[in-house]
């Protein structure tokens, strides 16, 4: 595909590309990640790598935890303070909501696989930025690919848009169904987006939405093949 100047698109950059080329196209030819055949590899290579220059403050890179094998992916935004310090993704408030929307639909945190976009806090927990987005998406893709799950489910608008590559926000995307894929997996992933604990705890309200897409995400577990 060529820009308005006729020069061929950055790939990474070409909107009429699915989200998991353009994923792709940001990992170099030569990059340590595509020897990375286990989740232990890609988290060693993240906690000694600076992958983007975040805040030096940062006490821990926030991996993964659960289950290697998990059915079920979750993906959040970012760490966030009780994050950091501990290490482990969702740990703090929103975190002990998230342990009750999984015990809803009968989940133990260990038998899922959590992760979030960004591996680092970022300072004053604002919103990540694009290129710091942009670093860790390859190694969450790969992630995705180890787990190898039934179902995915991003938890949140920021993650949701950038895993389904859609410019729809949260409210948007809740409730339906998408393929994700990636260069090397063989099937798409049914994949969909949920409402952040950190919303549902400031807009109680909303638990009874959430409820039904919590419903439709067992659902699709149990439809699946394997
Ligand atoms: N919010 C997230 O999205 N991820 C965490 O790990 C904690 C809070």
Known sequence: NLDLFG???????????????????????????????????????????????????????????????ADLVIIGEAPGADEDRTGEPFTGRAGQLLNKILAAIHFERQDVYITNILFWRPPGNRNPT???????????ERLIELVDPAVLVMVGGTAAKTLLGQSDGIMKLRGRWFNYESARMTRPIPATGIFHPAYLLR????????????????????????
């Open 7 to 69: 020069q061929e698109l950055d790939p990474s950059q070409d909107p009429s590309r699915p989200p998991w080329e353009r994923i792709h196209a940001l990992i170099p030819k030569d990059s340590p990640l595509h020897g990375m055949t286990t989740l232990e590899a890609v988290r060693d290579y993240v906690n000694d790598t600076v992958l983007v220059p975040i805040d030096e403050a940062r006490l821990n890179a926030v991996m993964g935890v659960g289950d290697p094998n």
């Open 130 to 140: 694009a290129g710091e987005v942009a670093a860790c998406l390859p190694f969450i």
């Open 203 to 226: 807009s109680p309200a909303q638990k009874r939405t959430a409820w039904t897409d919590l419903l439709a995400i067992k659902r699709k577990l149990e439809a699946s093949p394997e």
